[in-house]
Each structure stands twice: as C-alpha cells, then as structure tokens.
C-alpha cells in the first residue's frame, strides 16, 4: 500500500502535468499560425507554435526522466584501506 506522502506526492504531480497540458492546449488553440524553428544553419518545418511546445514538452519529459540515470556517478573503488582498518603490525616486516 502506498502510504499518505507517497499518494499526496503523486497527486500534486499529476495536478501540475495536467495543468501544463491544459495550459499548452490553451495556447495552442489561441495561437495557430505556423512558425519554424531556427537553430545555426537548420531550420525546422513550419508548424503551429502549440505543436512545438508539445514536442518539445515531451521531449524535456523523456530527457529528464532518463538524466539521472545517465548521469549517476561511478562508485569509485578504494585503493588502500583506511587507517583504522589496518593492521600496524602485519604491514612492516622489520626481521633481516
């Protein structure tokens, strides 16, 4: 079962995608000349603004959901064992 904080954070999630989809819809609806994206030398197809926002919050969905995976930094390995897990005796052999 999920607990309480569990299901209060799904919900506020759920409110605040949905009032994102409801707000581009909005303003796609208010705003459908068509209009083409330039970045350096590309220059995309011209399509309504709310399409591009739609993609492009899709695509920020997906990139955000995959970054921390991708991102997760390496567990590093320890070369020498800390200070208190050695033992004084066994690492220096003093008998010629």
Do not use: H, Y
């Amino acid at each position: 079962m999920l607990s309480l904080l569990q299901l209060l954070k799904n919900v506020i999630v759920a409110v605040l995608i949905a009032f994102w989809i409801g707000a581009i819809a909005i303003f796609s609806i208010q705003n459908i000349t068509p209009v083409s994206l330039k970045f350096l030398l590309w220059e995309s197809i011209k399509l309504p603004i709310g399409v591009l926002l739609s993609f492009c919050l899709g695509g920020g969905f997906l990139i955000g959901s995959l970054l921390p995976f991708l991102l997760k930094p390496a567990k590093r390995k320890r070369k020498r064992p800390l200070r208190s897990q050695m033992d004084d005796k066994s690492d220096f052999d003093f008998d010629d």
